[in-house]
Protein backbone atom coordinates (compact mmCIF):
# COMPACT_ATOMS: atom_id res chain seq x y z
CA UNK A 1 0.00 0.00 0.00
CA UNK A 2 2.26 2.97 -1.00
CA UNK A 3 1.27 6.54 -0.10
CA UNK A 4 1.09 9.57 -2.21
CA UNK A 5 4.66 9.57 -4.32
CA UNK A 6 6.19 13.15 -5.77
CA UNK A 7 9.25 13.77 -8.02
CA UNK A 8 11.76 14.98 -7.88
CA UNK A 9 12.29 15.22 -4.08
CA UNK A 10 14.19 18.45 -5.12
CA UNK A 11 14.14 20.54 -8.02
CA UNK A 12 16.88 23.48 -8.57
CA UNK A 13 15.51 25.66 -12.21
CA UNK A 14 16.97 29.05 -13.41
CA UNK A 15 14.75 31.60 -13.79
CA UNK A 16 13.24 31.91 -17.10
CA UNK A 17 13.12 27.17 -16.86
CA UNK A 18 10.17 25.35 -16.95
CA UNK A 19 8.92 23.08 -14.64
CA UNK A 20 6.95 19.89 -14.23
CA UNK A 21 6.37 18.07 -10.79
CA UNK A 22 4.87 14.98 -10.62
CA UNK A 23 2.08 13.31 -8.44
CA UNK A 24 1.36 9.36 -8.11
CA UNK A 25 -1.89 9.76 -5.45
CA UNK A 26 -2.66 6.66 -3.66
CA UNK A 27 -4.53 3.96 -6.22
CA UNK A 28 -8.40 4.56 -6.30
CA UNK A 29 -8.35 8.15 -4.54
CA UNK A 30 -10.82 10.69 -6.59
CA UNK A 31 -9.73 13.87 -5.32
CA UNK A 32 -6.18 15.16 -6.08
CA UNK A 33 -5.14 18.55 -4.61
CA UNK A 34 -1.66 20.69 -5.42
CA UNK A 35 -0.77 23.09 -2.46
CA UNK A 36 2.25 25.35 -2.01
CA UNK A 37 4.21 26.29 1.07
CA UNK A 38 6.56 28.61 2.01
CA UNK A 39 8.89 28.30 4.21
CA UNK A 40 7.48 28.60 7.64
CA UNK A 41 3.85 29.13 6.41
CA UNK A 42 1.02 26.56 6.18
CA UNK A 43 -0.08 25.12 2.93
CA UNK A 44 -1.74 27.40 -0.13
CA UNK A 45 -4.33 25.99 -2.07
CA UNK A 46 -3.36 26.04 -5.99
CA UNK A 47 -6.40 23.71 -7.48
CA UNK A 48 -8.52 20.70 -6.96
CA UNK A 49 -8.79 17.46 -9.66
CA UNK A 50 -12.04 15.06 -8.60
CA UNK A 51 -11.09 12.20 -11.14
CA UNK A 52 -9.72 13.96 -14.02
CA UNK A 53 -11.91 17.35 -14.32
CA UNK A 54 -10.08 20.00 -12.66
CA UNK A 55 -12.77 21.46 -10.53
CA UNK A 56 -11.42 24.20 -8.73
CA UNK A 57 -7.97 26.47 -10.15
CA UNK A 58 -9.00 29.52 -8.25
CA UNK A 59 -5.16 29.32 -6.31
CA UNK A 60 -3.03 29.11 -8.97
CA UNK A 61 -0.70 32.33 -8.55
CA UNK A 62 -0.43 33.01 -12.72
CA UNK A 63 -1.32 31.90 -15.69
CA UNK A 64 2.35 30.29 -15.48
CA UNK A 65 0.83 27.78 -13.52
CA UNK A 66 -0.91 24.76 -14.94
CA UNK A 67 -1.90 21.61 -13.68
CA UNK A 68 -3.34 18.46 -15.71
CA UNK A 69 -4.69 14.79 -14.58
CA UNK A 70 -5.57 13.30 -17.92
CA UNK A 71 -6.61 9.87 -17.10
CA UNK A 72 -7.60 10.76 -13.57
CA UNK A 73 -4.68 9.51 -11.81
CA UNK A 74 -1.28 10.63 -12.16
CA UNK A 75 -0.90 14.57 -11.83
CA UNK A 76 1.16 17.22 -12.78
CA UNK A 77 2.14 20.79 -12.24
CA UNK A 78 3.82 22.57 -14.48
CA UNK A 79 5.48 26.37 -13.95
CA UNK A 80 6.82 28.34 -16.81
CA UNK A 81 9.35 30.32 -16.91
CA UNK A 82 9.94 30.04 -13.25
CA UNK A 83 10.42 32.97 -11.04
CA UNK A 84 12.53 33.44 -7.91
CA UNK A 85 8.91 33.32 -6.06
CA UNK A 86 8.01 30.39 -7.13
CA UNK A 87 10.48 28.96 -4.77
CA UNK A 88 8.81 26.23 -2.19
CA UNK A 89 8.05 23.36 -1.73
CA UNK A 90 4.90 21.90 -3.84
CA UNK A 91 2.94 19.36 -2.11
CA UNK A 92 0.76 17.31 -3.47
CA UNK A 93 -2.48 15.15 -1.46
CA UNK A 94 -5.41 12.74 -2.69
CA UNK A 95 -8.40 11.43 -0.93
CA UNK A 96 -11.04 8.95 -1.22
CA UNK A 97 -13.61 11.86 -1.79
CA UNK A 98 -13.80 15.30 -0.70
CA UNK A 99 -15.53 14.28 2.74
CA UNK A 100 -12.44 12.30 3.56
CA UNK A 101 -8.83 13.02 4.91
CA UNK A 102 -6.20 14.34 2.98
CA UNK A 103 -3.22 11.97 2.19
CA UNK A 104 0.33 13.90 1.43
CA UNK A 105 2.94 13.09 -0.37
CA UNK A 106 6.64 14.80 1.01
CA UNK A 107 6.68 17.12 -1.58
CA UNK A 108 8.96 18.59 -3.82
CA UNK A 109 10.94 21.50 -2.91
CA UNK A 110 11.99 23.93 -6.14
CA UNK A 111 14.35 26.05 -5.41
CA UNK A 112 14.65 29.20 -8.40
CA UNK A 113 18.21 30.59 -8.65
CA UNK B 1 -4.39 33.75 1.94
CA UNK B 2 -4.63 31.54 4.44
CA UNK B 3 -8.05 30.53 5.56
CA UNK B 4 -7.23 30.43 8.87
CA UNK B 5 -4.72 31.34 11.66
CA UNK B 6 -3.30 29.11 14.61
CA UNK B 7 -2.69 30.52 17.77
CA UNK B 8 -0.18 30.39 19.40
CA UNK B 9 2.07 30.17 16.47
CA UNK B 10 4.87 28.82 18.94
CA UNK B 11 4.38 26.41 22.16
CA UNK B 12 7.29 25.38 24.21
CA UNK B 13 6.27 22.64 26.81
CA UNK B 14 7.92 19.89 29.15
CA UNK B 15 7.38 16.68 28.13
CA UNK B 16 4.39 15.26 30.03
CA UNK B 17 2.76 18.34 29.99
CA UNK B 18 -0.55 19.16 27.84
CA UNK B 19 -0.83 21.58 24.77
CA UNK B 20 -3.27 23.61 23.54
CA UNK B 21 -3.96 25.02 20.24
CA UNK B 22 -6.34 26.94 18.81
CA UNK B 23 -7.68 27.83 14.88
CA UNK B 24 -9.86 30.41 13.76
CA UNK B 25 -11.24 29.81 10.50
CA UNK B 26 -13.17 32.30 8.31
CA UNK B 27 -15.67 30.58 5.66
CA UNK B 28 -18.45 27.76 6.61
CA UNK B 29 -17.51 24.64 6.94
CA UNK B 30 -18.36 20.84 6.19
CA UNK B 31 -15.41 19.46 8.56
CA UNK B 32 -12.53 20.87 10.09
CA UNK B 33 -9.27 18.49 10.10
CA UNK B 34 -5.97 18.45 11.93
CA UNK B 35 -3.04 17.72 10.77
CA UNK B 36 0.96 17.68 12.12
CA UNK B 37 3.69 17.72 9.79
CA UNK B 38 7.57 17.34 10.68
CA UNK B 39 10.10 18.97 9.08
CA UNK B 40 10.70 18.91 5.63
CA UNK B 41 7.99 15.88 5.55
CA UNK B 42 4.59 15.86 4.10
CA UNK B 43 1.28 16.86 6.15
CA UNK B 44 0.01 13.78 8.22
CA UNK B 45 -3.86 13.63 9.09
CA UNK B 46 -4.82 13.38 12.96
CA UNK B 47 -8.30 14.00 13.10
CA UNK B 48 -11.41 15.05 11.43
CA UNK B 49 -14.39 16.45 13.21
CA UNK B 50 -17.41 17.41 11.49
CA UNK B 51 -19.36 20.76 11.27
CA UNK B 52 -22.81 19.39 13.04
CA UNK B 53 -19.89 17.74 16.04
CA UNK B 54 -18.63 19.51 19.03
CA UNK B 55 -16.14 17.51 20.81
CA UNK B 56 -13.81 14.29 19.38
CA UNK B 57 -11.35 12.46 21.10
CA UNK B 58 -8.84 10.16 19.35
CA UNK B 59 -6.13 8.77 21.77
CA UNK B 60 -4.17 11.23 23.39
CA UNK B 61 -6.14 14.03 20.80
CA UNK B 62 -9.22 16.19 21.74
CA UNK B 63 -10.04 18.34 19.33
CA UNK B 64 -13.34 20.86 19.90
CA UNK B 65 -15.62 22.90 17.48
CA UNK B 66 -17.91 25.89 17.93
CA UNK B 67 -18.88 26.89 14.58
CA UNK B 68 -21.10 30.03 15.94
CA UNK B 69 -17.20 31.58 16.89
CA UNK B 70 -15.71 29.91 13.31
CA UNK B 71 -12.74 28.56 16.01
CA UNK B 72 -11.42 24.44 17.07
CA UNK B 73 -8.68 23.58 19.28
CA UNK B 74 -6.62 20.68 19.24
CA UNK B 75 -5.61 19.40 23.17
CA UNK B 76 -2.98 16.93 23.07
CA UNK B 77 -2.77 15.52 26.57
CA UNK B 78 0.77 13.80 28.35
CA UNK B 79 2.63 15.69 25.42
CA UNK B 80 6.18 13.13 24.50
CA UNK B 81 9.02 14.35 22.87
CA UNK B 82 8.21 13.00 19.76
CA UNK B 83 5.31 15.24 19.49
CA UNK B 84 7.16 17.90 18.76
CA UNK B 85 5.96 19.16 15.33
CA UNK B 86 4.13 22.00 13.65
CA UNK B 87 0.34 21.45 13.73
CA UNK B 88 -1.99 22.84 11.02
CA UNK B 89 -6.31 23.26 11.19
CA UNK B 90 -7.70 22.60 7.66
CA UNK B 91 -11.06 23.88 7.08
CA UNK B 92 -12.98 21.59 4.49
CA UNK B 93 -15.35 23.34 2.23
CA UNK B 94 -17.54 21.75 -1.13
CA UNK B 95 -14.05 21.81 -3.08
CA UNK B 96 -11.50 23.16 -1.43
CA UNK B 97 -9.23 22.01 1.92
CA UNK B 98 -7.79 25.20 3.36
CA UNK B 99 -5.18 25.42 6.00
CA UNK B 100 -4.37 27.76 8.58
CA UNK B 101 -0.90 28.79 9.25
CA UNK B 102 0.18 26.52 11.60
CA UNK B 103 1.29 26.00 15.70
CA UNK B 104 5.04 24.88 15.92
CA UNK B 105 5.56 22.29 18.91
CA UNK B 106 8.33 21.65 20.74
CA UNK B 107 8.06 19.16 23.78
CA UNK B 108 11.12 19.57 25.93
CA UNK B 109 12.31 15.95 27.40
Known amino acids: GAGVSQSPRYKVAKRGQDVALRCDPISGHVSLFWYQQALGQGPEFLTYFQNEAQLDKSGLPSDRFFAERPEGSVSTLKIQRTQQEDSAVYLC???????????FGNGTRLTVT | SQQGEEDPQALSIQEGENATMNCSYKTSINNLQWYRQNSGRGLVHLIL?????REKHSGRLRVTLDTSKKSSSLLITASRAADTASYFCASGGYQKVTFGTGTKLQVIP
Open chain 2, 49 to 53: IRSNE
Open chain 1, 93 to 103: ASSENRETPLH
